[in-house]
């Protein structure tokens, strides 16, 4: 008796299923990206309050390390203190500056008029520009919603942070219970620490070599600032230093901003201009010379990765995005390489091709 030849699939059924898996991913990504644009105001604080969690846990980790076994309980309670304390001083020159600016605002108008003025000596136009003539023709009277709206946002969104941070100092103690009773065999606990490890290390990491890269170009700068006479050093300090989170372009975009103003505060182009080049010179240096020798193989990341994290992030979220688009890759890619199906995503976004480093897949 002959044997019954099994059947296979139709090749157009197997198409047909490829193309509705395909078709159900596309989907998927669409609306989780709504999902994320429309809970923004939700999970943008949230998120940063993890971030700032990471940041206190390493800090944490570090002065337990190094202090004596008798101190080492007031680690986490310094680490706390210690970011309250940045964010304090950071809210504190912020105001202060911005006062500052707006009661030499007349100043800097008539410094602004003498450049237009220049510009258009230079470039033979009949009519000179003015400041005031700018100002009527751009209607800056039409973003006043928006700039208040925008400030409004940051007000609420810092609260918020801070209020969730409290809450995950709270039930920090509980995460390991809590690991526990997730997961029932000791196999699983053992996979979800590794990974939670990896996300750790890894944000800890980028981190330490964003923050040593940022004090040496803002320290650079500080230097190159008073050699020209710039005032309000502090303030674009804090600002050099914060836009080099951002990753890619924070810090060539941060170093703009004392260079365009000091086109306008200092008497003499020609400083404005050395200004201009030297801190654009400086963040090249560092970012092109000693940044990839510091950071080496510890993000781990393909830089084209980095490019469309960036851009992902920053349409969805804004500003808040493009300072967490780094981390959030790198927690993706842990995340994906944990899973059999998703696994090649995580050796795309890799630089090396190996998402674990040096340990080997599961």
């Not at 050099?240 to 951002?246: K, V």
Request: hydrophobic share 60%; net charge positive; aromatic share 8%.
């Amino acid at each position: 008796m002959k044997q019954p030849i099994p059947l296979s699939p139709p090749a157009n059924l197997l198409g047909h299923v490829t193309a509705l898996k395909v078709a159900g991913v596309i989907t998927a990504t669409i609306l989780t990206g709504f999902a994320l644009w429309a809970l923004r105001r939700i999970l943008e604080p949230f998120v940063l309050a993890v971030f700032l969690l990471i940041i206190i846990d390493g800090v944490a980790r570090l002065l337990q390390a190094r202090l004596p076994v008798a101190l080492r309980r007031l680690a986490m309670p310094v680490a706390i203190a210690a970011i309250v304390a940045v964010l304090v001083v950071t809210i504190w020159v912020t105001a202060d500056n911005a006062s500052d600016f707006a009661a030499q605002s007349a100043s800097y108008a008539v410094r602004i008029n003498d450049l237009l003025g220049l510009a258009a000596q230079r470039l033979g136009l009949r009519v000179t520009p003015t400041l005031a003539g700018l100002i009527h023709t751009l209607n800056p009277a039409q973003y006043l919603g928006v700039v208040a709206d925008s400030f409004s946002h940051f007000a609420e969104a810092t609260i918020f942070v801070l209020i969730y941070l409290g809450f995950l100092l709270a039930s920090r103690r509980g995460f390991k219970a809590k690991a526990q009773g997730m997961f029932a065999t000791e196999e699983g606990r053992a996979e979800a620490q590794r990974v939670f490890d990896q996300i750790r290390d890894g944000l800890q990491n980028y981190i330490w070599v964003q923050t040593v890269v940022g004090v040496i170009i803002t320290a650079a700068s500080a230097a190159l600032m008073a050699a020209v006479g710039l005032s309000h050093i502090p303030f674009w300090c804090l600002i050099i230093f914060l836009t080099n989170y951002i990753p890619a372009i924070g810090a060539a975009v941060g170093v703009l901003f004392p260079a365009v103003f000091g086109l306008v505060e200092v008497s003499d182009v020609w400083r404005g201009a050395v200004l201009l080049v030297g801190l654009e010179a400086i963040h090249f240096a560092v970012s092109h010379i000693i940044q990839p020798r510091m950071q080496g193989r510890s993000l781990n990341l393909d830089p084209i990765v980095v490019l469309l994290s960036l851009a992902f992030w920053g349409l969805l979220w804004g500003v808040t995005g493009a300072f967490l688009s780094t981390p959030l890759a790198v927690m993706t890619m842990a995340i994906l390489a944990e899973f059999a199906g998703t696994r090649p995503l995580a050796v795309l976004m890799s630089s090396d091709g190996k998402p674990y480093g040096d340990v080997a897949a599961p």
